[in-house]
Structures are given as structure tokens and as C-alpha cells.
């Protein structure tokens, strides 16, 4: 079992390799890479901002309940921010992207690879790598960061309404407060580093699974959950490496 | 067919704008970045015996008003003091020129801040002035000390609103 | 062929200029399983050469290994005078680009609409202004007689329309040698004879090599030049269809004939039946 696993991880750091040498081939359809940006980012904005909105709120409830006890309210605007920047807005980000994104990955190419769409493109002469794989990968890249910080934005809205508008939190305070405290470079850019790994871990993770499907309707069922469940389980594993050695 | 490929490139190019626009507004409004788009100001000296977790940046208020910043934290080589110079905008013109700076805590857990506490003199700061009554900051563990010398143990210092320290001072 | 690398040893029973692709000792195991032992064919230049034989013998098999999509355990595929299994992977993306591929389920791109699907090579390879992209586009949609269907999207055709749609754009870049897998598979006989048409008339206009992979007995004795039988890794029989039909051998008169047992027996190999069922006084 374990000796499996570990050879997955093997095929998996290979497909990445590949993915990458792949990548300058894949510069000739930029064009495929927009569109995936597009399937992958732009359609996940939704999901993302609503989730943004409520974390963002029941973050500012449960802080403000808490900083009440050390009469620290103040720092209410301080609090929310960092930990949206530095931990929620990549994490929970990477989580909504690993369901809404890189499930429709996965099922994508482990349905053009059950219905021959990938040998259709390697006997046209296409490399299925630099067509369908790298553009979805760099698409990842791309669109995580960016999508976290939507995200990010959404939160610290949601977070001023309900501290300020409804909890009645002096409106200079929150922001003043935050202003003073968050770092650009250490804590807003750092989160978005920490995003673009995830975001580059999980397209490698969901191409891969879908690449390596089994060509039937129940490998691409079974391969779509595991994309869930490994981006998850490896999302939150890197995120404890990156934190604790890198910031 | 090249419709819907030329409404995908713009509707990227508006995805990847929003997120790039997410990113300034949190860069600016949310972080110290914030801070130094400021206007003009004018440039005020204040030496305290000990600044405690003052730092560069910290806002300057006056009756809780922001009214300007930290601009740098020395030291004084003669007196050994702390030699804060703080920025203030230039629309509070007309602050007495015998105000006092004090150093506050915003909470027990809160940022230190300079707070200008309004004399009555009826000539204005002019740039370049230092302030003459300041008040430093105050260390939690000399508040414990005292209250454990006292022996009034019945409310620590631990009050929400730490706002004048001053006041329990003997 | 006027090609200098080509193997000497090669006993060709045509002249090697008329073989456009040449296999000889072809060997393959699959799955545990012996798939090819020994398989010599050639495909002749200019001709509808039909491989035949009942399912699972690897006919599909068989055309993967003259398309490099798989490799085989030993043996030689020349094809147009490179030797496939010693291609890198660049060469082998320049051998197809001279090759079109029509897949057994057509495999269209689902995300591309008809136009978009057999402008696809075209826009991989070639940058044409996009005039002559529709133009060329269009002429190929004419001649499978889809042009009118050039804005729909793959699922909302017929399975004889995405055959003919993908054999449009198996035929875009005018290629040297067209494989059929499986063409006429899951059509109902009206589809099935336009794409039979289709496959014959392309090949009498443009002098196209085609190899056609089918079981379909009666629709290839109409369109091929030669057929080759396939059956237990080996071919069992090859020549004109209609000589082969009238040939008197096991293999040929079960498979034409359509009878359920013979050299392709009707029981999968396996133990003795009534030591499985638990009797085991008829096993002693």
C-alpha cells in the first residue's frame, strides 16, 4: 500500500518534469492557456467571493468574541487581516479551487482520454502535454494567486461589516489598526507565493490523475475524488512546510 | 469561431485585471503601504527616557484623531533619550506650541501610538519644533511592580482602555 | 521508396517501392497475453488493404504499432522508409503529420465545434491567414457533406456524422496513408455506405494508401484492393477479397461464413467442465 502510494508520488514528480518541459511548447497556445484561465479562474469567482464574504465574516465575530475578553478589539482589523493573509485566504482558497477546479480537471482529461481525444492528438502530431496539460497547469499558476486574492478582499469586507457596521467597531480603528500592522512583503505577498504553490500543486495533481486514469466512467469517477483528496491532504502539508520554514 | 475565442480573451483579460486589482487595493488600503500616501506634512521632534514597543510608522493622534506618524526612532547620543521625529499633516497647523506627546498603548494588546495632548499657548508648532512635556511609555511590568508594592491587587492595569496612563501615575 | 536505410534483408514478395508500409517479424505480447508471433504484411502503395479478423485478435493493436502509439516486444515496421520503433518521439510527431487517423468513436474534440475540430490540425501546424484555413475547411465539410454543419458541436451529431466529420479532419493536410479503425462500427447501413463511399472515392481521387481495420466482411469486400486475415497471432490467410472468400481454408470459411465454432472456438479456454460444477467422479 505504502510502496503504492510512493509510487505515485514517483509518477506524479515525473509528470511534473514533463508538465515543465512540455511548457515552452505549450507557449505556442497561449491562446488554450487563456481559455483554461478563464474555465478555471474566472468561473470559479463565484464560489470563491461567497466564501470570501462569510469566512471573512464569521472570522471577525469569533476574533471580536475573543479580543473582547483581553479588551483588544482594537486589533480586530490587525487579527483578521493576517490570518486571511497568511493562512485562510491561500488555504481556503486552495481547498474551494482543489473542488470546483480541479475535479473539472480531472474529469475533463480523463474523459478525453477515455474517448480517444488524447491519441486523437498525438496521431494529428499534437503533444496532448503541451496542448491540454501545461496550459491547465500554468492556468493553475496563474489564476490561484489571483483568485486568493479576491478572496482576500471579500474577507476583509465581510469582516469590516460585520465588526464595524453591526458590532460598532470605530471605522478608523479597524482600518488604521490593520494599516499599521500588516507588512506588504511579509505577510499580503508571502500569501500569495503561498498560493501559487498551491495552485501549482493542485493542476499537477488533477492533470496527473486524469492523465493516468484508467479509460472508463468509473477510473474517471474514482480519479476525480482523488484529486480531492490528495490536493487537500498535500494543500494543508505544504502549507505547514512553507509556514514554518519559510516566513 | 473567432467570436467566442475573442470573448474568452476578453473575459480572461477582465478575470486577470480584477485579481490584479484585488491585490493594489489590498496593498494599499490594508497594509503600511497604506501609510506612506500621505500629504504634506511637517516634521516635529520628542525625546521620551523610553519608547517601549513604539516603531516607525505608528500613528500619531490627537483627542483619537489621526493626525500624523512616525517618521523615525534615534537615539539621542548626549541625553540618551529616544529622539522620535513624528510627520504631521500639514492640515493640523494651529497645535500649541506647548502641547505634550505621550506614548499610549491602543489596548492591553493593541499598538503604541504617540498621543498629543493639547496645551494652551497661543502661538502654533512650526516645523522643526520639539516637543518640551513628553510622557513615556508605560512598561506592563512596572505597572505590576507597583500594584504588587501597593498591594492593591483588586483591578490590575489589564483595563480595556488603557487610554491615559498618566492618570495612575503617583 | 528510393530510400538508402532501407534493410536489405527484407524479402519482400512485391518490390519494395510498391509497399508503402512493411512489417516483418512482428512480435507483441499484451496484457501476459501473445498477441502477434511472427506477423510479416505489407501494404501496397495506392490501395485499400482491409486487415480483418474476429475481435480481440489486435487489429487495433496492429495499427497503433505502424502509428508508434505502441511499441512492439520485437520485429521491424517500415513505414515510407523509416523504421517506427526507432523513431524519437519528434520524428514520430513528423511520420504522423503524413498519416490521418480515423478513431473507432471518431474522437472528436468535445470542446470545439465542427469547423473548429477539422481546422485543428491546421491551426497546430500551419499559420494560415484564417481565409484559407475556412476555405480549406470548407472544401473538406463539402466533400463528407457536412459544410452545413460546420457551427455545430460535436454532441449534437449523429455517430455517421462524427464519422465523417473526424474523416474530414483525418484528411485535412492531404496525407500520405489513411488508417480506418473500425469505420463502420455502431453506423446503421445508410451511414455506413456513405462512409464506405467516402473511403472509396478518397482513395480513387487523391491516390491516398489506406489501410481499413474492420470485421465487417460485406462492406469491405466492396472497398478493398487486399485483405489481410488475422487469427492466433498470425495471418492466417491474405489476398483480393474475393479470392479469399472462395478460398478453402478453416480459418477463411468460419470468419467469411459467420459459423459460431471452428479455429476460433466459441468456448473461452477452461477447466474441465465437470470437475467445475463439482463432480468428481467424472474426474477420475
Not at chain 1, 511548457?23 to 470559479?44: C, D, N
Request: proline residues 5%.
Amino acid at each position: 500500500m505504502t510502496g503504492d502510494a510512493l509510487a505515485q508520488v514517483g509518477a506524479a514528480g515525473l509528470f511534473l518534469f514533463s508538465i515543465l518541459a512540455a511548457i515552452p511548447k505549450s507557449l505556442r497556445h497561449y491562446r488554450e492557456t487563456l481559455r483554461q484561465i478563464w474555465f478555471v479562474g474566472a468561473m470559479s469567482l463565484v464560489i470563491i467571493m461567497t466564501c470570501g464574504l462569510f469566512v471573512g465574516m464569521v472570522l471577525s465575530l469569533q476574533l471580536y468574541y475573543t479580543l473582547a475578553k483581553f479588551g483588544g478589539t482594537a486589533a480586530l482589523g490587525t487579527v483578521v487581516a493576517l490570518s486571511l493573509f497568511r493562512e485562510l485566504g491561500p488555504v481556503v482558497t486552495a481547498l474551494l479551487f482543489a473542488g470546483r477546479a480541479g475535479t473539472s480537471m480531472t474529469a475533463e482529461i480523463g474523459l478525453m482520454r477515455a474517448t480517444d481525444q488524447l491519441s486523437a492528438m498525438e496521431m494529428m502530431a499534437v503533444d496532448p502535454l503541451a496542448y491540454v496539460v501545461a496550459p491547465r497547469f500554468i492556468a493553475g499558476v496563474i489564476a490561484m494567486p489571483l483568485l486568493a486574492c479576491v478572496f482576500n478582499v471579500l474577507g476583509i469586507l465581510g469582516a469590516h461589516a460585520v465588526g464595524v457596521s453591526w458590532l460598532g467597531l470605530d471605522n478608523g480603528t479597524f482600518w488604521g489598526n490593520m494599516s499599521a500592522n500588516v507588512e506588504v512583503w511579509n505577510d499580503l505577498v508571502n500569501g500569495v507565493w503561498k498560493s501559487a504553490v498551491f495552485g501549482a500543486v493542485i493542476a499537477l495533481i488533477a492533470t496527473f490523475q486524469g492523465y493516468t486514469t484508467p479509460p472508463t466512467s468509473e477510473g474517471v469517477a474514482y480519479a476525480t475524488t482523488r484529486t480531492v483528496v490528495s490536493s487537500s491532504i498535500v494543500v494543508l502539508a505544504i502549507d505547514f512546510v512553507m509556514t514554518a520554514f519559510l516566513m | 469561431m473567432t467570436q467566442p475565442r475573442r470573448s474568452f480573451q476578453v473575459g480572461t483579460g477582465l478575470f486577470i485585471l480584477l485579481g490584479f486589482a484585488a491585490l493594489a487595493y489590498l496593498a494599499t488600503q490594508t497594509t503600511s503601504v497604506a501609510n506612506y500616501t500621505e500629504g504634506d506634512n511637517y516634521l516635529l521632534k520628542a525625546k521620551f527616557s523610553n519608547i517601549g514597543q513604539l516603531k516607525q510608522r505608528a500613528p500619531v493622534k490627537l483627542a483619537g484623531v489621526r493626525i500624523g506618524s512616525v517618521k523615525s526612532i534615534e537615539l539621542d547620543p548626549q541625553s540618551l533619550e529616544a529622539l522620535v521625529t513624528i510627520g504631521i499633516d500639514t492640515r493640523f497647523h494651529e497645535i500649541p506650541d506647548d502641547s505634550a506627546a505621550a506614548i499610549f498603548t491602543s489596548g492591553l494588546l493593541g499598538d503604541q501610538y504617540v498621543g498629543v495632548q493639547p496645551g494652551g499657548s497661543p502661538v502654533a508648532f512650526k516645523d522643526g519644533d520639539e516637543f518640551i512635556l513628553t510622557q513615556s511609555s508605560m512598561q506592563l511590568e512596572d505597572l505590576i511592580g507597583k500594584f504588587l508594592v501597593s498591594g492593591d491587587s483588586s483591578k490590575g492595569p489589564a483595563k480595556p482602555d488603557a487610554a491615559d496612563p498618566a492618570a495612575k501615575n503617583p | 521508396m528510393n530510400t538508402t536505410n532501407h534493410s536489405p534483408g527484407s524479402d519482400s514478395p512485391e518490390p519494395a517501392s510498391a509497399a508503402y508500409v512493411q512489417i516483418r517479424g512482428l512480435r507483441t505480447v499484451l496484457g501476459g497475453k501473445l498477441l502477434f508471433d511472427g506477423v510479416d504484411l505489407d501494404i501496397p502503395r495506392g490501395k485499400i488493404t482491409a486487415i480483418m479478423g474476429p475481435s480481440g485478435t489486435g487489429k487495433t493493436t496492429l495499427v497503433r504499432h505502424i502509428t508508434g502509439q505502441l511499441a512492439a516486444d520485437a520485429g521491424q515496421i517500415l513505414v515510407d522508409g523509416r523504421n517506427v520503433p526507432q523513431l524519437s518521439r519528434r520524428q514520430l510527431f513528423e511520420l504522423r503529420e503524413g498519416i490521418g487517423y480515423l478513431f473507432q468513436n471518431s474522437a472528436l474534440l468535445t470542446d470545439f465545434s465542427v469547423f473548429e475540430n477539422v481546422a485543428f490540425p491546421l491551426r497546430q501546424h500551419l499559420r494560415l491567414p484564417e481565409e484559407i484555413v475556412r476555405n480549406i475547411v470548407l472544401t473538406r465539410l463539402q466533400a463528407v457533406g457536412l459544410r452545413g454543419a460546420a457551427q455545430l458541436m460535436p454532441a449534437e451529431l449523429s455517430g455517421g456524422m462524427m464519422r465523417r466529420v473526424a474523416l474530414a479532419r483525418a484528411m485535412i493536410r492531404d496525407p500520405g496513408l489513411m488508417i480506418y479503425d473500425e469505420p463502420f462500427v455502431g453506423l446503421d447501413p445508410i451511414a455506413l455506405n456513405q462512409v464506405l463511399k467516402l473511403i472509396r472515392t478518397l482513395n480513387d481521387t487523391l491516390g491516398i494508401t489506406s489501410i481499413l481495420v474492420a470485421h465487417e466482411f460485406a462492406a469491405v469486400r466492396r472497398a478493398a484492393d487486399l485483405v489481410y486475415l488475422i487469427a492466433g497471432g498470425k495471418i492466417a490467410a491474405h489476398g483480393h477479397p474475393q479470392e479469399l472468400a472462395e478460398r478453402d481454408s478453416p480459418w477463411t470459411r468460419q470468419f467469411f461464413g459467420g459459423e459460431a465454432d471452428g479455429p476460433v472456438p466459441f468456448e473461452y479456454p477452461a477447466r474441465d467442465y465437470a470437475l467445475d460444477l463439482g463432480f468428481p467422479a467424472a474426474a477420475a
